[in-house]
């Protein structure tokens, strides 16, 4: 199984942080700290506007 990286970009600051396809927690903006990924148990449920698969 090939796991992938993601662009993520936060609707309310603008900041672009790289999160992993398949994080184990919630993920927030490392700026202004709103969530932008929720934890499944698999792939993340991103909720940021903008997303960028990184190869």
């Known amino acids: 199984m090939v796991s992938k990286f993601l662009k993520i970009k936060c609707e309310k600051c603008k900041n672009e942080q790289i999160i992993f396809e398949k994080a184990n927690k919630d993920v927030n903006c490392l700026v202004c700290n709103t969530p932008l990924a929720k934890s499944t148990g698999g ?9 960028k698969v990184l190869e």
Do not use: E, I, L, P
């Open 43 to 51: 792939k993340v449920r991103v909720d940021a506007k903008s997303m």
